[in-house]
């Protein structure tokens, strides 16, 4: 029989051997333990950063922890999702995009600072939104997308648009290029100072994601000719749908999705997956979402990577219908 100190002694020995094993496992149970930081490619008030900051809300509420957006605007999105994917992997850096920077912007540059799908861990799906073409009716008295269009027919090179986003410039190219049109795209960090120049006059019209133009709207400031889904915004019901407009086939909408940088924690993964599922199936936010054109899109980290793998292909196709180049 051992003697009791040295049966003592092989315990010791043995829980120092497993401690390091037991620690990451305790963490990972605590998880979160401190302010979990949401990384947006786009400005503060854009139509994106109103989205990212209603579920940054809702999950501090029931994540215990704050949840700070970090706005870093510009290449379409990709300095945000670059810095998502070099953060460390343990679930406190996280990354909140529309479909642009995971499905568009590989067919609008020739080089990309990330691989959307080897340097990032899929989480969850958040919203589908749509797309309106706005003008200052100070400066182009246009009453309908057709108005518009015989307009821009008629003075061919004289319009300029704004965009603020990926999606934003391949929608107004494909309306261009649907059209038969001749119009110079200006792109910006954002639609907000897109929206500032229509309304100095700067330019004839923006392409702008919902969230941001339905209150413009409604404030009298500027017009919606179109929006791009397939059937009327419930915000927007009086304006009708590119196809309505001329364009039979036009049907593009934008998707929100949230992402880890890859290998990071399977337990952060699915801790954040279900805050975001309890954030867009709360009945206040979905109304709230609603109300600016924004529609709730509950689903897991699986469903985000067929969508991405599915959009990458569909967004190709649409980009080379529309002429574009990558830069």
């Known amino acids: 029989m051992k003697h009791p100190s040295r049966i003592l002694a092989i315990l010791i020995q043995s829980v120092a051997l497993l401690a390091p094993f037991a620690v990451p496992a305790a963490h990972a149970a605590d998880y979160p333990v ?5 990384v947006l490619g786009y400005p503060a008030g854009s139509g994106i950063d109103n989205v990212a900051r209603q579920i940054a809300q809702h999950m501090e509420k029931t994540s215990g922890q704050p949840v700070v957006v970090d706005n870093k605007p510009g290449a379409l999105g990709n300095i945000a999702a670059q810095t998502v994917a070099t953060a460390a992997p343990d679930g406190y850096t996280i990354l909140f ?3 642009s920077a995971m499905g568009i912007n590989v067919h609008l540059f020739k080089q990309m600072p990330f691989d959307p799908v080897r340097d990032f861990t899929p989480v969850a799906t ?12 100070q400066t182009v008295p246009a009453k309908t997308l057709q108005e518009l269009t015989a307009m821009i027919r008629k003075e061919p090179g004289k319009y300029s648009y704004g965009t603020g986003n990926a999606t934003g410039q391949v929608v107004g190219a494909l309306y261009a290029n649907m059209a038969g049109l001749q119009a110079q795209n200006i792109p910006y960090k954002g639609v907000p100072p897109a929206m500032t120049d229509l309304l100095g006059g700067r330019i004839q019209y923006v392409i702008a994601d919902a969230s941001l133009a339905i209150p413009q709207v409604k404030g009298g400031r500027v017009k919606a000719l179109a929006v791009t889904n397939r059937t009327r915004m419930a915000a927007l019901k009086d304006v009708p749908t590119m196809q309505e407009s001329g364009l039979p086939g036009y049907d593009l909408t934008a998707w929100f999705g949230i992402f880890l940088p890859a290998k990071a924690p399977a337990e952060a993964t699915q801790f954040l997956a279900a805050r975001i599922r309890q954030a867009v199936t709360d009945p206040a936010v979905v109304e709230s979402l609603r109300s600016i054109g924004v529609e709730a899109l509950p689903g897991n980290g699986a469903d985000l990577a067929k969508m991405m793998a599915s959009d990458t292909e569909k967004w190709g196709r649409i980009i080379k219908q529309a002429g574009i180049s990558a830069e």
């Open 34 to 38: 401190k302010p979990i930081r949401m």
């Open 97 to 99: 995009t529309p479909n």
């Open 126 to 137: 958040v919203a589908t939104l749509g797309f309106a073409i706005l003008v200052n009716p």
